[in-house]
């Protein structure tokens, strides 16, 4: 059988999301029920889930989700691993037996400091350090995946309906001040644990619904940029295409949005001339990275999420506020779950990023 | 009035105008039969004067006080004080062609038909929408419009 | 010289006489002198010799009364000696010249475009109806710099050139005024204007009264530098270096001085009846260094407002050069497959230097992005499309827009006789006869023109729905929705896409 990265799959899905934006860190219990009640949107075939805020007490130190499928796997990427890091705890992520789930791969979790001395000698950024360990790990060590790698932060995803997954990775025992969470239903019947989402890079990750016909432009088009496909998904594609805008193109998340979901130039010719004269430039630079097609995705970072529409919304969508939490999800019924007592509520436009962040008295405070 | 107006940087020589004039005036009004049958060859009211490169269609220019129509000795020659289109009851006409001799634009052609001497002129096609020769122009060298008075 | 000719006719003119009403049109309307009228007799003959096979006389023909039939080769060929090639080599004995021909190459090389096949979407995503969602096929010209919020905090580069937007990505393709007449040049320069896209002066310069279309013209520098003056370049919206051209890569042009009319003397600033002749190389540009100079020269001249396009001819190192035009400077990157059409050329070289375009593209877009710089450049594509499925196809391969010149041409009449090197184009396209110019109206010929265009462009927009796209910068370079047929595995790696049958 096929897995991800020898073989594109199209999938829909459900997606739900939320953030305490008071910093307010909730266990994934919540999170968990709202998926769940979209049951239907997926087929057993994938869940997952990211949360931020949920390691206070090492959150200077990089998050390492790792996936084995065998010892051997393993005892590679741990070479790469001492090589290139200080651990300072290494453990197995806590699962409890689920019937419904099978056979699950080694899950490990490290918490690292890279070695300076390997910085300086790739003569390169922390971060871009980082990631090109990350791309070199799924790339080249086979039978081990690297399911999160951010700060404060985690993935937690496998094949399954996502309340079982939820389940499996004793989500209730974390908290955190956002979460995320999908539930899959792939057209094709991978059974692997690393092609469920979310998918992430460092701390951005992603949920997706959607299928995205533009993916052939996008995928060559960061790989002008060195980012190394491994998964043939969507999701990976939007992940690194946001990576690509925000930290390396230094764009704000709001014209990154402008750039995956970008106005129609019907819409762009009829604004004033300094904002046509951006977007119209946004477009040209950037219209390799435009989403064609539908979907709508919950970008997770430190500090907020971010829910998109195509532009024409050709995939459900629906935000809603209660005192100082957003939530967005698939279905209003998946937000109304959870707080039935939301005061606001409305469907985002197609290409209308919704977007949320940390109010910055929280910001200071979970970062003190 | 509207009348047929051409455009010499567009004329192709072709004379089509002079065969669509033909087979509109002729009684089958079909190509084959004009030509072939009813034998119209050389009846055309639209004349294609050429001087290489140059070529042009011309054709009776409807004028205001038409010489044809005041020299006519039997009130056959007549402008359609409604339209404005100049043209022979033939019924009327002797056959002395003298609107022949008076156009001085030199469109109006003697014609003997059945041994009958009739002058031969465009009539703007008036029992059609529009005149045959722009209708058929391949090259829009013809036009048919209204410019206003002329002078 | 023998007077033993062993040319042949190639057609025979048949002649309906049930039909014919000998209204002489034929005889009027032929370049070639094939028709005659015997005035004597009033009877009408044709000298076959003469007919090419333009088609102009059947057109015209109101009784239908005409047609052109291809003869039985006199020939004895076989498979390895064709009646071309011995038609070829009687011809040549006799006249001990160069074979001239004119259009593209009409070999039987194998034709990429016709082995590729396209996506549509089902179930998993919809496909998109562009008769109710908004259908986006505007295409931008030139450099394009990132990343902006870099851009943004330094002081505005002065020597970024700007972007030029097209409403299709379909151009009209350099044929100089010369080569063609007056009036098919005008019908070019209007229909571009009405649609907003922009067409190419060839190297014959821009004449006076058509100035007011520059703001969709792509001005041509090329190696007799006709017509190069700094009104002509400042009119124009992008200045085009042509170094090559796909018809005839490597060699110069040549037009003969009886089609240097004095408005044509005038445009070129040449004497009138010389004959212009194009250098093979522009004798300043012996290497990549000597073209940025140009480049630079060039934006210099016009205060950095125009991109500068560079137009090559498709040959085998065309990625490395192309890379190395990108790196010179220039804004655009023009390529010219081997299916490129002309005025004139030599057979031989017509029909056998240069590559396909197809591979062209796929080559040159996947060296670009190796070494980081596609988006630097616009890749302009030409040489041979015929249909817009071509344009979709060749999107699909990395090209941003392409050229059409054959397409347009024939949009205008032309029948490919090949013959537009004798400057007798019966059609008043590739002739300066001003009894035969006139008989091309621009006013319908921009019509027809711009009738292709908006039907190609809305096929085009059939096309990307059905791929479940709504804009064309996500069909560029997207190679996914492109799958071979009967290609083998060297072919669909250098093309850059899977074989029919295989998922993604």
């Known amino acids: 059988m096929f897995r991800e990265g020898e073989y594109r799959i199209p999938s829909g899905c459900a997606i739900s999301g939320f953030i305490n934006k008071d910093g307010h860190r909730v266990d994934g219990s919540a999170i968990v029920k709202s998926i769940a009640l979209m049951h239907e949107r997926s087929n057993g075939l994938g869940g997952g889930f990211a949360a931020y805020g949920i390691y206070p007490e090492y959150k200077d130190y990089y998050a390492l989700h790792l996936l084995f499928e065998d010892k051997e796997s393993r005892n590679q990427v741990e070479e790469l691993i001492k090589d290139n890091f200080y651990i300072e705890v290494e453990d197995r992520i806590p699962s409890r037996n689920v019937k419904s789930i099978g056979k699950a791969p080694m899950l490990w979790r490290y918490f690292v400091t890279p070695r300076l001395s390997k910085i300086e000698e790739a003569q390169d950024t922390e971060e871009n350090f980082m990631t090109e360990l990350v791309m070199r790990i799924n790339a080249s060590v086979s039978g081990a995946y690297v399911i999160s790698s951010g700060k404060n932060m985690g993935a937690f995803k496998g094949v399954g309906y996502p309340e079982d997954i939820g389940e499996f990775y004793r989500l209730d025992e974390y908290k955190a001040y956002s979460w995320i969470a999908h539930g899959r239903f792939p057209t094709n019947t991978p059974g692997w644990w690393g092609g469920a989402h979310p998918f992430t890079l460092l701390d951005w990750s992603v949920v997706h619904n959607g299928e995205v016909s533009s993916y052939g432009a996008n995928r060559r088009f960061l790989e002008m940029y060195n980012y190394k496909i491994t998964l043939q998904t969507d999701t990976e594609v939007i992940a690194y295409a946001i990576d690509l805008l925000v930290h390396h193109h230094k764009l704000p998340l709001e014209l990154a949005a402008k750039v995956l979901a970008a106005p129609f130039w019907q819409e762009i010719d009829r604004l004033p001339a300094q904002e046509r004269e951006l977007c119209t430039r946004l477009r040209v630079v950037y219209g390799s990275l435009l989403l064609n097609g539908p979907f709508s995705i919950i970008v997770g970072f430190n500090g907020g999420i971010m829910a998109l529409n195509d532009r024409l919304k050709l995939r459900p969508l629906a935000a809603a506020c209660y005192k100082s939490t957003l939530y967005v999800a698939s279905e209003e019924a998946a937000i109304r779950e959870i707080c039935p007592d939301v005061e606001k509520l409305w469907y985002p436009k197609g290409g209308e990023p919704v977007i949320g962040r940390l109010e910055e008295e929280a910001q200071c405070r979970l970062s003190a | ?151 | 010289m023998s007077t033993f000719s062993l040319k042949t006719s190639e057609f025979s003119v048949i002649r309906d006489e049930n039909k014919c009403i000998k209204c002489l049109a034929c005889v009027r309307q032929c370049g070639f002198d094939c028709h005659q009228y015997d005035e004597e007799n009033d009877s009408l003959y044709t000298i076959d010799a003469n007919c090419v096979n333009c088609q102009r006389c059947v057109y015209i023909c109101p009784a239908d009364a005409l047609k052109i039939y291809e003869n039985p080769k006199p020939m004895r060929s076989n498979n390895y000696w064709s009646a071309n090639d011995l038609k070829n080599i009687y011809k040549q004995a006799e006249t001990g010249g160069v074979l001239l021909t004119g259009m593209g190459n009409d070999k039987a090389f194998p034709g990429y475009f016709d082995r590729l096949v396209l996506n549509a979407s089902q179930v998993t995503n919809p496909s998109i109806d562009p008769l109710r969602e908004p259908m986006e096929i505007r295409t931008y010209l030139g450099r394009r710099t990132e990343p902006i919020a870099l851009q943004k905090q330094k002081e505005k580069d002065k020597t970024q050139t700007p972007i030029v937007p097209i409403e299709t990505p379909i151009m009209f393709a350099g044929i100089s005024y010369g080569a063609i007449s007056h009036q098919a040049f005008e019908a070019l320069a209007r229909a571009a204007k009405e649609f907003g896209t922009m067409f190419n002066t060839g190297e014959g310069g821009l004449p006076k009264d058509l100035y007011q279309y520059g703001d969709n013209a792509i001005v041509q520098v090329a190696s007799g530098r006709f017509g190069v003056h700094s009104d002509y370049l400042n009119v124009g919206r992008i200045i085009e270096i042509k170094i090559g051209q796909g018809a005839k890569p490597g060699i110069g042009g040549h037009l003969p001085g009886e089609k240097i009319t004095e408005e044509i003397s005038t445009t070129r600033m040449i004497p009138e009846g010389t004959d212009a002749l194009s250098p093979a190389p522009h004798h300043d540009i012996y290497s990549i260094e000597d073209l940025r100079q140009l480049i630079f020269t060039l934006k210099e001249a016009t205060r950095y407002e125009k991109p500068i396009s560079v137009k090559i001819s498709a040959v085998h190192n065309v990625a490395a050069i192309a890379s190395g035009i990108a790196r010179a400077g220039a804004d655009i990157i023009a390529v010219d497959g081997f299916r490129g059409g002309t005025g004139a050329a030599p057979l031989m070289i017509r029909d056998h230097v240069g590559i396909p375009i197809e591979l062209a593209i796929a080559a040159i877009d996947q060296r670009l992005r190796d070494e980081g710089i596609r988006n630097s450049v616009t890749l302009v594509a030409a040489g041979g499309f015929r249909c817009s499925a071509d344009v979709v196809k060749a999107i699909a391969l990395g090209a941003d827009a392409v050229y059409i010149g054959t397409a347009a041409l024939i949009a205008l009449g032309c029948h490919l006789c090949q013959k537009c090197y004798t400057g007798k184009c019966s059609w008043g396209i590739a002739t300066q006869d001003p009894y035969k110019t006139r008989r091309l109206n621009p006013e319908l010929g921009a019509e027809r023109l711009y009738n292709l265009l908006r039907g190609w462009s809305h096929e085009i927009k059939e096309m990307l729905g059905g791929m479940g796209i709504n804009s064309i910068e996500s069909l560029k370079g997207n190679r996914l929705h492109l799958r071979g047929v009967g290609l083998n595995e060297v072919e669909l790696n250098l093309l850059g896409v899977k074989h029919a049958g295989e998922a993604i």
């Open chain 2, 1 to 151: 009035m509207k009348k047929v107006y051409a455009r010499p940087a567009y004329c192709m020589n072709c004379h089509l105008c002079e065969v669509n004039c033909i087979v509109a005036h002729s009684k089958s009004r079909n190509l084959l039969k004009a030509f072939k049958k009813e034998k119209l060859r050389g009846t055309a009211r639209v004349f294609v004067e050429e001087r290489k490169p140059i070529s042009i269609a011309v054709q009776c220019r409807h004028c205001n006080d038409p010489r044809c129509v005041a020299g006519c000795i039997s009130g056959a020659m007549v402008k359609d004080t409604e339209t404005g289109i100049v043209y022979c009851q033939e019924e009327k006409c002797v056959g002395c062609w003298t609107c022949v001799v008076s156009c001085p634009y030199g469109v109006i052609r003697p014609i003997e038909i059945d041994g009958r001497k009739l002058p031969l002129k465009c009539d703007l096609c008036k029992e059609y929408e529009e005149p045959a020769c722009v209708v058929g122009c391949p090259n829009k060298a013809l036009v048919f419009e209204e410019r206003g008075a002329e002078v």
